[in-house]
């Protein structure tokens, strides 16, 4: 099952925040994020393990909350290279260690 | 100096043609995977090899047939293009199959049917 992520798109201005949101109906184990931009493959931004971890990569960080099924991305104080598709990737445990990219987030940062 | 290298970039062909697309990556991992993205920007993962070993092979057409002559490479052959088979597909690697440090994609093959 596909994991659901929202916002569908945002559009943000330069220096304002955002969070985005992975959901799943299925028990989570690990999840990653990635970005894309345009016409580019994506790009590995983090994982998380374990439930309740939290990690952080410059101005954007990643929560995970194992009961909850979901994962959310925060990205603070946004800058124009922030603009792309952001993915997460999620792991149930199948121990085929096979990742289900969720729907996808469109983020425009605006100058 | 490319980690994971993709070939064609694009590739147009008409419906009923076989088609090849090639991945090679120099990271010397041990996993490679062939992904599918759709119009709707869908990531969908088709194969899946470990050490040249199949290890994920999903619900997809048996006119694609992957193959990894080595652990640094994996080819995507397709016979008989169909129209629906229009995509970008993406060929990655991780360091093992747990993807404990993520994929690294290839900059991905635009296949347009016709």
């Known amino acids: 099952q596909q994991p659901v992520q929202s916002p569908q798109a945002v559009i943000l201005r330069e220096g304002e925040d955002a969070v985005i949101n992975c959901s799943s109906s299925k028990a989570l184990y690990s999840v990653h994020w990635y970005r894309q931009k345009h016409g580019e493959a994506p790009v590995f931004l983090m994982i998380?393990?374990?439930?309740?971890e939290q990690k952080g990569h410059e101005k954007i960080s990643a929560s995970f909350n194992e009961k909850k099924q979901q994962s959310s991305l925060y990205l603070t104080a946004s800058q124009l290279s922030y603009s792309g598709t952001y993915f997460c990737g999620t792991e149930g445990g199948s121990g085929t260690y096979k990742y289900i990219f969720g729907t996808g987030t469109r983020l425009k940062v605006l100058a | 100096d490319t980690a994971v290298s993709q070939t064609p970039k694009y590739l147009v062909t008409q419906m009923g043609n076989d088609k090849s697309i090639k991945c090679e990556q120099n990271?010397?991992?041990?996993?490679m995977y062939w992904y599918k993205q759709d119009s709707k920007k869908f990531l969908k993962i088709m194969f899946s090899y470990n050490n040249k070993e199949l290890i994920i092979n999903e619900t997809v057409p048996n006119r694609f047939s992957p193959k990894s002559p080595d652990k640094a490479h994996l080819n995507l052959h397709i016979n008989s293009l169909e129209l629906g088979d229009s995509a970008v597909y993406f060929c990655?690697?991780?360091?093992?199959?747990?993807?404990?440090?993520?994929?690294?994609f290839g900059s991905g093959t635009r296949l347009t049917v016709v």
């Open positions: 990271l010397g991992h041990d996993t």
């Open positions: 998380l393990l374990k439930g309740g």
């Open positions: 990655a690697s991780s360091q093992d199959e747990e993807v404990l440090y993520g994929y690294t």
